[in-house]
């Protein structure tokens, strides 16, 4: 039997509604805010483009001595390992069609995802979520960060 912590699930930041509360997973997605009272950074990632949007709202209270000055800036691109500690209920948008979901997650692990090809990332996840349920495994592979450089 091994010793040592689980592994993330690597996922889209539009399945996180999807996985379990205390699910440890990976995901890749856009800072639109920062609150530095509360210590969350607000992240989305429209993916895929329907009427359901999903926020993570990442307390970064455990990580904050590591976070820089570029990592909670709007529009930069995160890589973010950490627990869903709480998904509310979808609610009506005002103004929109679109129905917003937010996921609370504590955070272990931020740090800037630098260039990437956004469409092939998206493409590998669901590619690797396929082969997980084509293998029939009940959880994913995970997904080690050769994937993403290749």
Excluded at 56 to 82: D, F, M, Q
Excluded at 111 to 123: C, S, V
Excluded at 133 to 149: E, F, H, I, K, Y
């Amino acid at each position: 039997m091994a010793n040592g912590p689980l592994p993330s699930e690597l996922c889209l930041l539009s399945d996180l509604p999807s996985k379990s509360e205390h699910a440890k997973v990976r995901f890749l997605s856009c800072v639109t805010s920062y609150s530095t009272p509360s210590g969350i950074l607000t992240l989305e990632h429209h993916q895929p483009l329907d009427t359901q949007r999903v926020f993570a709202l990442v307390s970064v209270e455990l990580v904050l001595e590591r976070l820089k000055a570029e990592h909670i800036r709007p529009g930069e691109w995160l890589n973010v390992i950490g627990y869903i500690t709480a998904i509310s209920p979808p609610t009506d948008q005002k103004g929109s069609e679109h129905r917003v979901t937010n996921v609370h997650i504590q955070a272990l692990v931020v740090w800037p995802a630098g260039p990437l090809d956004l469409t092939r990332y998206e493409k590998s996840v669901k590619a690797l979520e396929e082969r997980g349920r084509n293998a029939g495994l009940v959880r994913p592979v995970a997904l080690s960060d050769t994937l993403l450089q290749s």
